[in-house]
């Protein structure tokens, strides 16, 4: 078990695009992905990026189903191996609901901030398991979102720049203050 750092923004390695995993994988991207998944529930978060922990490869984990205080609580305060782990590799929507939908989010490389960020309902996403086979399915509700969260960090995205040009200047300044002080 190793935890990883969790990039805060403002970085520019949040900025990067990832490029692709290739198949079969290697021990290295096995580990890094068992790491990102320690790292995920140490933090505590429902999705994790491979972006968001320096790793430039399209790779992120999810645990939509996991609510932290509950399950330390039932686990003696520490946290728990996995619930309902999801890896994902290489996704892509292949397609996406018009209707959108609002929901609050937030991101471990932007603490402290929440908002409302309007993205399409519903998407239906192909990726690949750690087999490197390819499935397809259709997710809605936070599930959808959690997911597109985690794939616009792959595109060096935040949720933040879905924001208002104000908001997202107010955002940068706050952090950008609150990094120079934790550096002093
Ligand atoms: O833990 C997280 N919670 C969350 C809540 C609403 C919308 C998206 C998320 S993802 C976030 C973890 C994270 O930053 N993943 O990239
Ligand atoms: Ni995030």
Redesign the pocket.
Same mark, same amino acid.
């Not at 923004?9 to 290697?26: I, M, N, Q, S, W």
């Not at 922990?53 to 330390?72: K, N, Y």
């Not at 309902?84 to 397609?95: D, H, R």
């Given at each position: 078990m190793a935890i990883r750092e969790i990039l805060i923004y403002p970085d520019d390695r949040l900025r990067e695009v990832a490029g692709p995993v290739e198949f079969p994988l290697t021990d290295e991207v096995r580990s890094i992905i068992q790491d990102m998944a320690d790292t995920?529930y140490d933090?505590?978060?429902?999705?994790?990026?491979a972006t968001?922990v320096g790793v430039p490869l399209r790779i &992120?984990v999810t645990d939509t189903d996991w609510r932290s205080e509950e399950v330390r609580h039932e686990n003696g305060g520490e946290p728990v191996a996995a619930c309902n782990l999801k890896v994902w590799i290489n996704p892509e929507f292949t397609w996406r609901d018009a209707g959108m939908a609002t929901?609050?989010?937030?991101?471990?490389?932007?603490p402290e901030v929440y908002e409302d960020?309007d993205r399409p309902a519903a998407v239906r996403l192909r990726w690949q398991d750690m087999d490197g086979e390819t499935h397809e399915a259709d997710f809605e509700g936070?599930q959808a979102? &959690?997911l597109q969260?985690?794939f616009d960090?792959l595109d060096g995205v935040l949720?933040i720049d879905r924001l208002s040009r104000l908001k997202q200047s107010m955002i940068k300044k706050r952090l950008t203050k609150r990094k120079k002080l934790q550096n002093q």
């Amino acid at each position: 078990m190793a935890i990883r750092e969790i990039l805060i923004y403002p970085d520019d390695r949040l900025r990067e695009v990832a490029g692709p995993v290739e198949f079969p994988l290697t021990d290295e991207v096995r580990s890094i992905i068992q790491d990102m998944a320690d790292t995920m529930y140490d933090a505590p978060g429902v999705g994790l990026a491979a972006t968001q922990v320096g790793v430039p490869l399209r790779i &992120a984990v999810t645990d939509t189903d996991w609510r932290s205080e509950e399950v330390r609580h039932e686990n003696g305060g520490e946290p728990v191996a996995a619930c309902n782990l999801k890896v994902w590799i290489n996704p892509e929507f292949t397609w996406r609901d018009a209707g959108m939908a609002t929901w609050e989010e937030g991101c471990l490389s932007v603490p402290e901030v929440y908002e409302d960020v309007d993205r399409p309902a519903a998407v239906r996403l192909r990726w690949q398991d750690m087999d490197g086979e390819t499935h397809e399915a259709d997710f809605e509700g936070f599930q959808a979102v &959690a997911l597109q969260h985690e794939f616009d960090h792959l595109d060096g995205v935040l949720f933040i720049d879905r924001l208002s040009r104000l908001k997202q200047s107010m955002i940068k300044k706050r952090l950008t203050k609150r990094k120079k002080l934790q550096n002093q």
